[in-house]
């Protein structure tokens, strides 16, 4: 079957770092036995220490650029603002015809600029796991994380047909389910699922910070801190996707415009807004 020899054709994966992604995926590629050998790298140690304890790795490189030697298969589960810098590290030691996969939802432009600058960047396939967790670190992985969930993949015109071809083939064998989508819809799909509730959640923060607002344990405070755990040094990656996140929230105030003329509100008049809430303020009364 075409899957099993791809499977076969796998016998080295390094997986560049170790945190909770990057464990789970190796964790993954463990139980689903679709690589010889399975090599792990990270900056920390304690993080690599922590992989080789958990089973999930067959030996650990501290240096990317030796990580990398004879691998098949190249997955970054890094952040978004590290994947050019970890692209360039990996040097002439990735062999012809590597496949080079990411979980961190790499954007057009961002691939765009890999190509220019970076030879191995030709088979590279931005891909985007839809999972959330609380959790961070390698300790909190696993592959029950990663398991059975739908994974993003980009096309266009960056991205070959036999990278996109063995990028499925992957993410399949190691038990996802990969969606190809074109390089619009891939990069609208991540802000709408990672960075928006993010950016409002930040936001959120702030204003919740404010003096005389609640400082009991309210169901703001709780999802904020959920929220808080969600994603590492999240700024940069928004940047990256601030072209995105500024639409979608352009059209978070029209909704919420929506709302304030429901309740009496009229948009850029005090005055006017302030009788239409002791109008909605008098029809509760009413109501009670």
């Known amino acids: 079957m075409a899957e099993n020899e791809q499977?076969?054709?796998?016998?080295?994966?390094?997986?560049?770092?170790?945190?909770q992604m990057g464990v789970s995926i190796a964790s993954l590629l463990r139980a689903h036995g679709v690589a010889e050998e399975i090599v792990g790298?990270?900056?920390?140690?304690l993080n690599l220490e922590m992989a080789r304890r958990m089973g999930?790795?067959?030996?650990?490189?501290?240096?990317?650029?030796?990580?990398?030697i004879g691998a098949t298969v190249i997955v970054l589960a890094l952040p978004l603002d590290e994947v050019f810098s970890a692209m360039q590290a990996l040097g002439p030691d990735v062999r012809p015809g590597t496949l080079i996969t990411c979980t961190a939802g790499t954007t057009a432009r961002l691939h765009a600029q890999l190509v220019r600058h970076v030879r191995s960047a030709e088979n590279f396939v931005p891909a985007y796991p839809?999972?959330?967790?609380?959790?961070?670190?390698?300790?909190?992985?696993?592959?029950?994380l990663l398991?059975?969930?739908?994974?993003?993949?980009?096309?266009g015109e960056h991205v070959s047909d036999r990278a996109l071809e063995q990028a499925v083939a992957f993410w399949t064998a190691v038990g996802m389910q990969p969606d190809v989508l074109p390089a619009d819809r891939f990069e609208a799909s991540i802000a709408g699922h990672a960075f928006?509730?993010?950016?409002?959640?930040?936001?959120?923060?702030?204003?919740?910070?404010?003096?005389?607002w609640p400082v009991a344990d309210t169901a703001l405070t709780r999802w904020l801190e959920v929220v808080g755990t969600s994603m590492e040094n999240p700024e940069r990656s928004m940047q990256l996707y601030s072209s995105r996140l500024c639409g979608l929230l352009?059209?978070?105030?029209?909704?919420?415009?929506?709302?304030?003329?429901?309740?009496?509100?009229?948009?850029?008049?005090?005055e006017q807004e302030d009788k239409g809430m002791l109008q909605v303020q008098a029809e509760e009364k009413k109501e009670t």
């Open 7 to 19: 499977v076969q054709s796998w016998f080295r994966i390094a997986v560049v770092g170790c945190g």
């Open 41 to 45: 790298t990270d900056k920390s140690e």
């Open 56 to 68: 999930c790795l067959d030996r650990t490189e501290a240096r990317l650029d030796r990580a990398v």
């Open 130 to 144: 839809l999972i959330w967790s609380a959790g961070a670190g390698p300790g909190t992985a696993s592959a029950d």
């Open 147 to 155: 398991q059975g969930k739908k994974c993003l993949l980009a096309s």
């Open 196 to 212: 928006w509730p993010l950016t409002i959640g930040l936001a959120a923060s702030k204003v919740a910070s404010r003096e005389n």
């Open 250 to 270: 352009a059209e978070t105030i029209e909704e919420l415009k929506v709302w304030h003329r429901r309740l009496g509100g009229a948009i850029d008049d005090p």
